[in-house]
């Protein structure tokens, strides 16, 4: 049955049903917070062993002889260097170690760019107006740090295979004062979409007009595959856009913290021979090195890029049967009503759903209602403004699989609710 087919009376039948099974699951007074993309408890446990990697009797020197417990090494250990250059496919040397978080990392990256510019450039402090593309639906601390700035974020449609690359590639070719795009080129977030290889090419032969345009890539998913044996693929962006005699045009970022413990991974910058000259001027004003002790634990636990995907093959195994689940309740409940889509994700964190214009709001209100806490609506648009008012991430990792089930089932409910009484109202208007 297509909602939209059906006539008022048809309509207010159907209603009076959901509105019962609503005030059913209003009554078990759920607590189910699915509003970020954080990983389980069980998948936390999973690292406990590293807190054995080191201890009071560990030697503390890194390959290269240094005193891990002492300053200095402002771009991080060589073997740190090494696996993360292994594990987004980049040159040792062409990666920075920072601390725990790649998102202060692009926040870093903004605030230097808007004080000191980007390699001899104009600081963009001291431009009129500044503005950013923001593929969407999209990552929504990326468009905090563009907002905090008073950064124009300009919406960029998402397809099937990445961002809309006609609009990208005229208006950067166009308006100098565009400094920057942010991307998350695999397993999107929210999306799950990775981006083609035709994709890749065009971003790594764009001609901005801006010298100091950057493409913000953060490759934070890269190995967060939901089935190993069929994995998405990217190509990576440092050396296409070399290749493109483009090498400076990007700056690539990635962490271990939803590989190792969220709030106490490894960050890393990666980009051009050129960029991390200019880069380190200031790093090494703002710090004499991060944490090395850290830096050295991770490597001495994951040893190299096998490692690596073996401790995300046990990742996969949690996360996979509670997406699979997710997927099986909407198609079960939502599929065949012509009333919303949903992504279904080879990897990352999360559940992209697009409902019925003009609905998003009032389901995550309503879900909050019976005790599901999401993200807000409008949070993977720039300034939370959705224009359509359709769009909800889900994000099914952190509860355990029964009560991801509890929470989809819920939320099927709330989304039929809430679309049979706009529709109501709207052919009652029309």
């Not at 926040?107 to 230097?112: E, L, W």
């Not at 099937?160 to 166009?174: A, N, R, T």
């Not at 962006?237 to 690539?252: F, H, Q, S, T």
């Not at 909800?392 to 929470?407: C, F, G, N, T, Y």
């Amino acid at each position: 049955m297509i909602y939209n087919d059906l006539n008022i009376e048809e309509l207010e039948k159907e209603l009076v049903k959901v509105k019962k099974e609503f005030n059913r699951l209003k009554g078990l007074n759920l607590s189910i917070n699915m509003s970020r993309g954080q990983p389980s408890q069980e998948q936390l446990d999973l690292s406990m062993p590293m807190m054995d990697v080191l201890n009071s009797k560990a030697d503390l020197r890194c390959e290269d002889g240094i005193d891990c417990r002492n300053y200095g090494v402002l771009g991080g250990i060589s073997e740190a260097k090494k696996l993360l250059g292994d594990l987004i496919e980049v040159p040792a040397r062409n990666i920075i170690i920072y601390g725990n978080s790649s998102i202060n990392v692009m926040y870093d990256q903004v605030a230097r760019s808007f004080a000191k510019g980007v390699m001899g450039s104009t600081p963009w402090c001291k431009l009129d107006k500044v503005k950013w593309l923001c593929p969407v639906p999209g990552y929504d601390r990326h468009f905090a740090i563009t907002e905090y700035f008073g950064i124009e974020m300009i919406n960029i449609p998402m397809n099937q295979d990445g961002p809309d690359m006609d609009l990208v590639e005229k208006l950067v070719s166009e308006d100098e004062s565009i400094k920057g795009i942010w991307c998350v080129p695999k397993y999107s977030n929210p999306s799950g979409i990775t981006y083609s290889k035709e994709v890749v090419n065009r971003f790594a032969h764009l001609k901005p007009k801006a010298k100091d345009f950057r493409i913000y890539w953060d490759n934070a998913y890269s190995v967060h595959h939901l089935y190993f044996d069929n994995p998405d693929y990217l190509d990576e962006i440092l050396n296409e856009c070399k290749k493109a005699g483009n090498p400076d045009i990007v700056y690539k970022f990635t962490s271990t913290s939803k590989i190792s413990f969220p709030g106490s991974g490894i960050a890393a910058l990666a980009a051009s021979d050129a960029n991390l000259i200019d880069i380190k001027k200031q790093l090494s004003i703002q710090t004499i090195g991060y944490d090395k002790v850290n830096q050295l634990r991770q490597v001495r636990y994951f040893k190299n890029l096998d490692g690596i995907k073996e401790q995300m093959r046990k990742h996969a195994a949690i996360l996979r049967p509670k997406f699979e689940a997710a997927e099986e309740i909407l198609d079960a409940n939502l599929g065949g009503l012509g009333i919303g889509n949903w992504t279904k994700p080879h990897g990352g964190y999360f559940i992209s759903y697009d409902g019925y214009n003009g609905t998003a709001k009032e389901i995550v209100a309503k879900c909050k209602e019976i005790g599901i806490l999401l993200t807000d609506a409008g949070a993977a648009f720039p300034y939370h403004l959705d224009p359509n008012d359709s769009n909800i991430r889900i994000a099914p990792s952190a509860p355990q699989l029964d009560k991801v089930k509890e929470a989809i089932y819920a939320f099927c409910v709330v989304s039929k609710m809430v679309t049979l009484q706009k529709l109501i109202n709207e052919k009652k208007e029309g």
